[in-house]
């Protein structure tokens, strides 16, 4: 017989270890690569508002995408993917990929990788605690 923590734990595994649970970080890469170059492509021809407009629709919403699952990975693989946003937001804002980034992400009003993972992760332990979200979830956070 199961208990609640048991099953809950199940469907974790199961979903982590399920081909939609896994993560293809080069497919990510690849994918936000060509992202990348289309800002350097278009950067020229549009106004920055536009620009960042297409950086939340098409390179950070790849980030946001099961986030919670994947932003405690190894830094091998969260590594390649940072430099990818970085490259990003220097071209919107016309910058050598060698300066610093803060205060072109501040400039954006965009949050890097990192914060986005802490943003993302006390949202959703917040929304647990406070019964927000689906009870698997609350039940899931519980000791």
């Known amino acids: 017989m199961y208990n609640k923590l048991n099953i809950s734990n199940s469907l974790v595994s199961f979903w982590m270890n399920s081909k939609a649970g ?58 390649p993917i940072y430099l990818l ?21 501040s400039k954006l009003k965009s949050l890097k990788l990192c914060e986005l993972f802490e943003s993302k992760l006390l949202t959703f332990v917040y929304e647990s605690v406070n019964m927000v979200s689906p009870i698997f979830f609350t039940n899931f956070l519980k000791l």
């Open 22 to 79: 896994s993560i293809n970080f080069r497919e990510l890469s690849k994918k936000l690569s060509r992202t990348c170059g289309m800002f350097f492509k278009v950067r020229h021809l549009l106004p920055t508002t536009v620009l960042v407009s297409l950086y939340n629709s098409l390179f950070s919403s790849f980030l946001q995408y099961r986030i919670i699952v994947w932003g405690l990975t190894y830094e091998v693989h969260r590594r």
């Open 85 to 105: 946003q970085k490259k990003a937001v220097g071209a919107i804002a016309f910058k050598s990929f060698t300066s610093p980034s803060t205060p072109i992400f």
